[in-house]
């Protein structure tokens, strides 16, 4: 079957670095995403990748590496606004999107 | 400004009764999309449509309808059949040609609560 797995939720400091990990298994593979949804808001996208590597963008990173089925999104100097919750998405074979439950990212002055 | 409207952005209903979400594009986007949000869970795509008068279920697509009788118009239906329709539902669209980058831009949604 297909599926996306997150931390439910994490903690982080203003200032500080968070890394936020997401495992996949899809049938086929046509990238993954990452979306941030404020709560009761629309998701926005953040980042995509398709190829193994770090694709960086502002104080906001994302990392894949297909053979382990693995990504991660990294956010630099926390922000108050930051605390939302971040969904990973992978696409399949059939160019539909699996969506992770979020990641609840809280910050803490 | 381009986007993706929907409404209303909250949304009372007895049980028992249908009840029709609008959704409304203007980013001349041929494929459109409905998700379903739960608490604890990931998107779940209900329909989807690549191209005017065309849709897909997705995957709970039981006790909901759509149409797509214009590009810029995708509404969905929750039926009574729909045994748990409280929810929060997310409307996308996005530019199908791309086919390996598919952003999906998402309108605010609308929070169905039946009573």
């Known amino acids: 079957g297909q599926n996306i797995d997150q931390p439910t939720e994490m903690t982080a400091t203003e200032g500080a670095i968070v890394q936020i990990n997401c495992t996949y298994q899809?049938?086929?593979?046509?990238?993954l995403f990452w979306y941030q949804q404020h709560a009761g808001e629309a998701p926005t996208f953040l980042s995509y990748?398709?190829l193994d590597g770090l694709e960086e963008k502002g104080r906001f990173s994302s990392f894949l590496s297909r053979s382990k089925g693995y990504s991660y999104l990294l956010l630099k100097e926390l922000q108050m606004k930051d605390s939302a919750s971040y969904l990973c998405a992978g696409m399949d074979s059939n160019y539909q999107l699996i969506w992770g439950a979020g990641t609840k990212l809280i910050i803490k002055p | 400004d381009g986007g993706i409207t929907q409404s209303p952005k909250y949304l009372f209903r007895k049980e028992g009764q249908n009840v029709t979400l609008s959704c409304e594009q203007n980013?001349?986007?041929?494929?459109m999309y409905w998700y379903r949000q739960d608490p604890g869970q990931g998107l779940r795509l209900i329909y989807y449509s690549q191209i005017v008068n065309d849709f897909q279920k997705g995957d709970i697509a039981e006790g909901y309808s759509v149409s797509r009788e214009k590009k810029e118009s995708f509404p969905l239906t929750v039926t009574s059949a729909q045994k748990n329709p409280t929810a929060f539902y997310l409307c996308?669209?996005?530019?199908?040609?791309?086919?390996?980058?598919?952003?999906?831009?998402f309108g605010p949604g609308t929070r169905l609560t039946v009573l």
């Open positions: 980013l001349n986007h041929d494929a």
């Open positions: 990748n398709v």
């Open positions: 899809t049938s086929g593979f046509n990238g």
């Open positions: 996308a669209s996005s530019i199908p040609g791309l086919r390996v980058f598919d952003e999906q831009f």
